[in-house]
């Protein structure tokens, strides 16, 4: 079973930079896609980037130019690297992982960090 742990959250000036990490631990075969998902107050959870096992990624139009994503999956590690950050930006993030076939294709989620944006 996998674990996902995530941290580098925290408080920022607009306009600064933060970067996320995501590690997952445990039992496992391999892991599909690795994203990141946001949730801010009183609004739905939602996408904000994903990346395949192979490299390939996309994001949510409001974050494209200002995050990238990336992923280590000798480490089974992804990271949001996150710049020119506005206070709409503030939410919980979290992290996720599409486990492989083998794994019985479960979507696991980490406990959540916050990145809070000051204007």
């Not at 599909?32 to 904000?48: D, I, S, T």
């Not at 994001?59 to 996150?82: C, E, H, W």
Request: include cysteine; charge should be positive.
């Amino acid at each position: 079973q996998v674990q996902l742990v995530e941290s580098g959250g925290g408080l920022v000036q607009a306009g600064g930079s933060l970067r996320l990490s995501c590690v997952a631990t445990g039992s496992f075969f391999s892991i599909n896609h690795m994203g990141w998902y946001r949730q801010a107050p009183g609004k739905q959870r939602e996408l904000v980037a994903r990346v395949t096992s192979g490299g390939s990624t996309n994001y949510a139009d409001p974050v494209t130019g200002r995050f990238t994503i990336s992923r280590d999956n000798a480490k089974n590690t992804v990271y949001l690297q996150m710049n020119s950050l506005k206070p709409e930006d503030t939410a919980v993030y979290y992290c996720n992982a599409l486990m492989s076939w083998l794994d019985g294709g479960k979507n696991a989620w980490g406990q959540g960090t916050q990145v809070t944006v000051s204007s």
